[in-house]
């Protein structure tokens, strides 16, 4: 693999994109990280995702991959003999994939009405979200990680939100902590982890992007 | 594999529950096909998946599978030595994933608009709905199949949606042979094998369906 060329485009705040600098970082492979403009994206992202015009894009030796969670799996089978993020078991297999497809469908969507809502439809998201995170919990149970003893496929597609927890709180007002200590457990774990501190941006710093968005979108 | 039990729970409209009635058709695959009835859903539905409390759901042995397009790779895992329904090649199962993905975004909600919605909206949907099947066409080229030579994932994914296009068809007002005639020869081909003409229901009898809702929905 020494004449892989891989370049990753992403856009720093991403959850999605931190998932692919997390599962590069893990497999210990090394990359070239474009950050785009979304609001003036490159030449490059328009040609590598023309049906979708999104980041995150794994571009390995020319190829683009999209969608993150594809990106991920194909990260897993290529780089193989090293730090497996699937389980070799289908079952098991069927259900890190149901999760991280449950990840996509429920907590995006649920986290982002946190601080683009008011009122009601905020009250709403709120409970939302946090039943997702309880969901979650549940799912975790009393393993360390996800998938069991060893961080996987998804710790990797779930870490990300973490840094954008100050801001759900900021906004939602309620505490992580509080609701979901063992989810707060669980993502503090992972935080230790060298791949994950690198590839997560300061939960501050989101706060702040996040403040610029609402004004943006005249959300008072 | 003697003593698997296997039970699909399933709706026989859903291009979603089809798609794991070709996987299990064309690995040979043993199974009891239990029909739910939506409106009363049955507490092994319930309990086999709690979360999202769709169909289909594949039971294996007592545990389930829940999503379509994840029940077809965990055939594709278990049943490995029979029609390999996804390629070798790691890039390959990312493009066959990255196509799956875009159905189950872009097709399904604007095939739905088809028939659940009236005037601008409906025209835009039209509008989506063609412009999914010219990309889809797009990436099929000039192949037999998505896959290639061989009916695979992404034709797997895909070809329940055939079901629906003569109720695509009438409510929408347009002939997507017209539009779209790769599309529709594709989709002919794939209706030449056993397991896609025996999991798929009449389109007649889907359009009769469609009538039923959008009377019980107050769509004129």
């Not at 856009?11 to 403009?37: H, N, Q, T, V």
């Not at 982002?112 to 998201?125: C, F, M, N, P």
């Not at 496929?153 to 927890?165: E, K, N, R, T």
């Not at 774990?189 to 994950?196: A, E, G, N, Y």
């Amino acid at each position: 693999m020494a004449n892989d060329e891989v370049i990753l485009l992403d856009f720093w705040p991403s959850m999605f994109g931190m998932r692919l600098r997390i599962a590069l970082a893990e497999k210990e492979i090394k990359y070239e990280y474009r950050d785009e403009d979304l609001r003036n994206k490159s030449p490059l992202l328009l040609q590598m995702n023309p049906i979708h015009k999104k980041i995150p894009v794994l571009i390995h030796n020319g190829k683009p991959i999209c969608e993150s969670i594809i990106g991920v799996e194909y990260i897993d089978e290529v780089w193989k003999d090293k730090a497996p993020f699937l389980p070799s078991d289908p079952y098991e297999r069927a259900q890190a994939r149901f999760w991280a497809d449950y990840i996509d469908k429920k907590l995006f969507d649920s986290g982002r009405k946190l601080w683009t809502t008011k009122g009601e439809e905020q009250e709403t998201a709120k409970k939302d979200f946090i039943e997702c995170l309880k969901v979650l919990e549940e799912a975790l149970g009393e393993k360390p990680y996800f998938g069991g003893d060893n961080f996987g496929f998804v710790d990797i597609a779930l870490i990300g939100y973490y840094s954008w927890f100050y801001a759900y709180e900021n906004y939602g007002n309620f505490s992580v902590e509080a609701e979901c200590p063992k989810f707060a457990a669980w993502a503090k774990k992972c935080m230790l982890r060298d791949s994950v501190a690198k590839s997560l941006p300061d939960q501050h710093k989101v706060l702040e992007f996040v403040k610029t968005l609402r004004q943006k979108f005249g959300i008072e």
